[in-house]
């Protein structure tokens, strides 16, 4: 595509807005108290459908690229992984705040309990250093060793997964759409890989 | 504004009705949304209410009563669907009158009758009690209704009855949820018959002084305040007395998760959560959760049903 960089800044403005709606329609309906019988669930849950979504999206663009051979899915990959960021940390911080109100006892006497908090936490946890050496710089410096470290957000991706499916009670449904989106997104890397090696 | 004046209840200590009735609109009609139709004004709310007469029974707790709003769109209620809120719209087409129970197993006098004829021999009382979910959610709600024991009494159940099974009406055309398989329909939920004939077990046909809602559980349902609400079985259509142990819902589910006792018991995690807190719905973001009590805070009452018993084992 011959766009402009104007162009180009336009179209990543529009984008980067569209990403930040989510966390703005939730801030206005806290203002208005708007969050239901259980405003902390209600913040708690969308954060974090929105952290998967976004996850989701940024695993898209590579195989998007390959499938295109356009090169411009990637110029939106390191918007869209720290939009994944962005959200995952708000969904850990309402989990942290809002539901342990900092509170060390709490968090000893309640997550070592429920194993699907600590698969959320090890996502948080993976996810970090991604966000951290995602800029141009870091990613420089790094050079191959970048690439590696970001092979961490496949094993991020199934534990988001694994997360979702281990927290619901019955109906299964929504984590299985996930689980079946994460599984194509993974699943073309493997088959790319195998094809490479063989 | 109305103060209500129950022999037991010390007003001062529950939220006055116009208020909980009126919470959330003064908030919006502060943030300058127009006021939703849905919820009575304060005229009606003043008006005389269905149960407003009715007397505070025993038992009935001095606590904070949760906001009818908040207690009437937030309903488990897998019949309809998984979604807390859609089961409000979803359950409207149900038809909850003429409602009949059949009454089967170990009892004199059994056999299908009718939910008018079940109402005229119960004197409706009102219970406020606190409600706990497994999910570690809880609300306060003044139920409308009679003691299950009294009613159970009167099909007068033999020596041999040793249980008592309910079971949730099933009729995939009205209730969508049964055409998934959420759970294995229909609904089905038992107590010990000396659970089942304790004062506090309640058949609850109203709340806030009305009608039960139909996402609610209405024309009846069971409330059991010192176990978790899924003991609390909706829209019953059949009590059977039985010497067995009966195979309940969410037990044949996932035995592991959910016991048949299902006690609130804070000291016994749920497989995959804590239950040593439970949020309070309608509190603020900020509000911290509230620790669980043991039985839901009935030990008094109830501990005596389960003296010399493991409750770790039988959760």
Known sequence: MHLSRTHWVVIKISIFLLSLTPF???????????????????????????????????????????????SWPIRFRRMMGLFAYFYASLHFLVYILLDLSLSWTHFIDEVPQSPYILVGLLTFLLLTPLALSSSKTIQKRLGKHWLQLHKLV????????????W??????????????????????????????TT | MLIKEKSTILSSEITDKAIFLNRRKIIKAAAGLSITSLLPNTATAEKAKKYAQVPSGPYSANLQVTSIEDATNYTNYY???????????????LKTSPWTITIEGEAEKTGEFNLEDILKN?????????????EAWSMVVPWIGFPLGA???????TAKAK???????????????????????????ALRIDEAMHPLAF??????????????????????PWKYGFKSIKAIVKIRFSETMPATAWNKMAAGEYGFYANVNPHVPHPRWSQSRERILGASIFTPKRKTELFNGYGEQVASLYTGMDLKKHF
């Open chain 1, 24 to 70: 703005l329609l939730l801030v206005n309906d806290t203002l208005r108290d708007q969050l239901g019988a259980n405003p902390v669930e209600t913040l708690h849950f969308t954060l974090g459908d929105w952290a998967l979504r976004f996850l989701c999206i940024t695993l898209a663009l590579t195989p998007l690229r390959k499938l295109l051979q356009q």
């Open chain 1, 154 to 165: 496949y094993i991020a991706g199934i534990s988001a997964i694994t997360h979702y499916l």
């Open chain 1, 167 to 196: 927290l619901v009670k019955s109906d299964i449904s929504e984590p299985l759409f996930y689980s079946a989106v994460m599984s194509i997104l993974l699943g073309t890397r493997l088959i790319l890989y195998f094809k490479k």
């Open chain 2, 79 to 93: 019949e309809f669907s998984t979604n807390k809120k859609d089961s409000t719209i979803l359950a409207r087409p």
């Open chain 2, 122 to 134: 119960n004197p409706l009382e009102e219970r406020i009690y606190r409600f706990r979910c497994v």
């Open chain 2, 151 to 157: 009613m159970l009494q009167q099909f007068k159940p």
């Open chain 2, 163 to 189: 249980f008592a099974e309910f079971t949730t009406l099933y009729n995939p055309e009205v209730m969508i949820g049964q055409r998934g398989k959420s759970l294995d329909w229909p609904y089905v939920e």
């Open chain 2, 203 to 224: 058949i609850a046909t109203g709340m806030y002084d009305e009608d039960l809602p139909k996402q609610n559980g209405a024309p009846l349902r069971l409330v059991v």
